[in-house]
Every structure is written in structure tokens, then in C-alpha cells.
């Protein structure tokens, strides 16, 4: 059973460490990264410049509204590309306003998940993304690599 690895693309500081802190909680915890924009996640996923040895993920949790390059955009590069469009990504954003989530199904998002303002549900909501992706859904990666198919997140 291998850790999955999980790109966190979130402008958010503290979303962000709220969202890696509920990850941690898992059984098998995942391999976290973070990039702060759409830009940077583009980069990260294309390995270009200080990200050349960056590693595919497994998921990637997108927030929609970031500086630089916004969710919908990047949601749009990563359809686009043969090489990227298998990697799930669940929305994980504050905005719960229907043209946002209409969008991110629109653009082929697997999930769309309003964060919750409570830390509780916060986590919660967090671990339940985890667990799906890590128990419940066989992910390409695994097929690809040989790994154990729901197994990693917990």
C-alpha cells in the first residue's frame, strides 16, 4: 500500500494547512504538495523550472479563485492535456454560487466541494474527500503504476 500523492492548488495559507492537517489524519497519510496559483499548478504538473522533479499526482483539490490564474482556467489546461486530463480534481472552494459550480462540472471537475466555514465540518468534509479517493474509487495512477487500487488516503 503506497501513500497518494495530493496537490493542493490554494492561494490560502490557512485553508491550506487546515486542508493538509486533515489529510495527515488518514491511515496512510498522503504525500502533500502545494502550489499557491493556476500558474504555478500548470508549471508543477508540466515539471517546467523549479518544479522539474515534481511528481504526478493522484488528485488534485482546486481552489477556483487564486491570483494570477484562477481554478476555471486551470481546470481548462488540465482537460485539455492528454498527459494531465486522467488526474482526478475535486473543487474545493468558498464559493458555493451556482455559475462557479455549474463551470467547474461544465470544465469536467469530478467534485465540486464548498468549504465549510466550521473547522470541524471543514476537516470533515476534507476526510471524506479522502477517504472516496483513497477507499472508494479506483484512481489511473494506480492502474498505471501497478499500485493497490483504494488504497492510500484513508
Do not use: C, W
Request: hydrophobic residues 45%.
Amino acid at each position: 500500500m503506497r501513500a497518494l500523492d495530493v496537490l493542493i492548488v490554494d492561494d490560502d495559507d490557512a485553508d491550506a494547512m487546515m486542508i493538509e492537517e486533515a489529510l495527515q489524519a488518514a491511515p496512510v497519510p498522503p504525500v502533500v504538495h502545494r502550489v499557491i496559483d493556476g500558474s504555478q499548478a500548470l508549471e508543477y504538473l508540466r515539471r517546467e523550472g523549479e518544479f522539474a522533479d515534481a511528481v504526478r499526482p493522484d488528485l488534485i483539490l482546486l481552489d477556483l479563485n487564486m491570483p494570477r490564474m484562477g481554478g476555471r482556467e486551470v481546470l481548462a489546461h488540465i482537460r485539455r492535456d492528454s498527459d494531465l486530463t486522467a488526474i482526478p480534481i475535486v473543487v474545493l472552494t468558498t464559493s458555493d454560487a451556482v455559475p462557479d459550480i455549474v463551470a467547474s462540472y461544465d470544465g469536467h471537475a469530478n467534485a465540486y466541494v464548498t468549504k465549510p466555514m466550521e473547522l470541524d465540518a471543514f476537516e470533515a468534509a476534507v476526510q471524506k474527500i479522502s477517504r472516496f479517493y483513497g477507499h472508494v474509487a479506483t484512481l489511473p495512477a494506480f492502474l498505471a503504476g501497478g499500485g493497490d487500487p483504494g488504497q492510500g488516503l484513508g
